[in-house]
């Protein structure tokens, strides 16, 4: 690493975080996975073709836009949050050198580490595990416990929580651009997308497609769970629901209409993503049969 490298707000980022870390080093084996809605919109245009032509995965300080939360902005509570988390590093740094948001998928989860935020993800090489840093529990509520690839602790914190299983995965941050001809060894879609616009943005993109099992959800098992998120967001469920049953398309059709709160439609797709979710199988290339 050159003297300007050495100073640059990813590398001193990682150094702060690395000195805050223990543990036996990250299987390299193990990938970081980025959720995402490959359906929805990044101002006014598909998200997948703003990948395709931009080659480029931003954070939110630079789409203005979120799975999660919306304050990547100065002053705002992730501006807060990183400023913490990474010893000030990227506090004057440009919107475009921060870090991107995933998680570790030491779980092996076909859907990815972090399903809350979407029901696709980009799995990215093992390179990027050099240039992340980790935390548990997520960056919103303050955790304590850090990690990198060399000193790798929180998975024994993780297995050892009881935390709902769309709040239980090790946030990751990854440092540097993440290029997707570099970066991405594949998209990772749900089925339901498969002859949709969503397929043929995701073909033109610079890695490979694969598909997992597919979330789907009855209305008549939605309609058990009035309390995980509440029974406004089943009614809402059950009226964008087709042939009585719920997946990740008819929420992001529903989303494109303008006609529904998008913090309404997030927690109709928690509670499919949480009572929806295929059998766990084991992740990786060809989880789904064969990448194609």
Known sequence: MNLKEAHSPQARALHHVAALSSGPAVDPALRVTLNLHPDRLVRGRPILDALAEDRTYHSQFVTGTSNGGLTAHP???????????FGGAYDTAAAHERPVYGALNFRHQ???????????????????????????????VDPTAFGVADGMSLIGLA???DRDALDDYIEAQVHGQVVLERD???????????????ESAARRLPCPVEWHPGYRLSVEELRRH?????????????????DGHLDPR???????????DPQDLKKVWHCLARFGAPAH???GRGASGVPC
Not at 75 to 85: F, N
Not at 226 to 242: H, M, N, Q, S, T
Not at 250 to 260: K, S, Y
């Open 159 to 161: 297995e050892a929580d």
């Open 281 to 283: 199988r084991p992740a």
């Open 75 to 85: 002053g705002g509570d992730r501006w807060r949050w990183e400023s913490r988390m």
């Open 226 to 242: 009035p309390d995980f998120r509440g029974p406004r967001y089943v009614e809402l469920g059950a009226r964008i629901a087709e």
């Open 110 to 140: 076909v859907v990815g580490a972090a399903p809350r935020f979407g029901s696709a993800h980009f799995r990215l090489t093992s390179d990027a595990l050099r240039r992340a840093t980790f935390c548990y529990p997520d960056s919103s």
């Open 250 to 260: 008819l929420i992001g059709d529903a989303a494109r209409t303008g006609r529904h």
């Open 184 to 198: 991405m060894e594949a998209l990772v879609l749900d089925p339901c997308y498969r002859g949709t616009f969503v």
